[in-house]
């Protein structure tokens, strides 16, 4: 699975919030008005999200380590998975990674209700990725959505080079 066809650069932010439930509310508040072909044309319920977003977390906190956050849900309503990104270079201190580390690096994983394979593929992939420190470091200093969306892709260099 290509990470392009599942993330775009509107859904790419740097994070005001620095707590967890706030991150969070951010990240899916940015969906708001979200529709196409991820959510069969029809308008995703982005109140609906945050509930099943919020029993993700209660169930076992997405925190992972290194800084990286991954909440993920398969939801009713989304047809084609769909990758959100949030950097908060501040860092979120309650958001309970596994080594403590405060995060930094929020990716939030949509599938559709029986996209099972196709949401672990891409749980694999985002934690392969950012397995890189280097990228992880870029995407903390980021400054904008369009330049994590860069990075996440792998066309920082080319729109460096378009400049």
């Avoid at 951010?26 to 977003?53: H, M, R, T, W, Y």
């Avoid at 380590?65 to 959100?84: D, E, M, T």
């Avoid at 996209?115 to 672990?120: A, L």
Wanted: with cysteine; net charge negative.
């Amino acid at each position: 699975m290509d990470l392009e066809k599942v993330i775009a650069a509107d859904y790419c932010r740097v994070l005001k919030e620095t707590s967890k439930t706030e991150a969070i509310i951010e990240l899916a508040g940015g969906l708001e008005g979200f529709s196409g072909p991820q959510v069969n044309g029809d308008i995703l319920d982005v109140e609906e999200l945050k509930k099943e977003l919020f029993y993700r977390e209660q169930l076992m906190s997405t925190g992972l380590s290194l800084g990286l956050a991954v909440p993920h849900v398969r939801f009713k309503g989304v047809k084609n998975p769909v990758v959100v990104a949030g950097v908060q270079p501040e860092g979120i201190k309650d958001y309970e990674s596994m080594d403590g580390s405060p995060i930094t690096i929020i990716i939030m994983i949509l599938a559709g209700e029986n996209q099972h394979k196709e949401h672990i593929r891409l749980l694999s992939m985002i934690a392969a990725k950012l397995k890189d420190q280097e990228l992880r470091d870029s995407l903390v200093a980021a400054k904008s959505g369009q330049e994590i969306y860069d990075l996440l892709t792998g066309r920082a260099g080319e729109n460096a080079e378009a400049h």
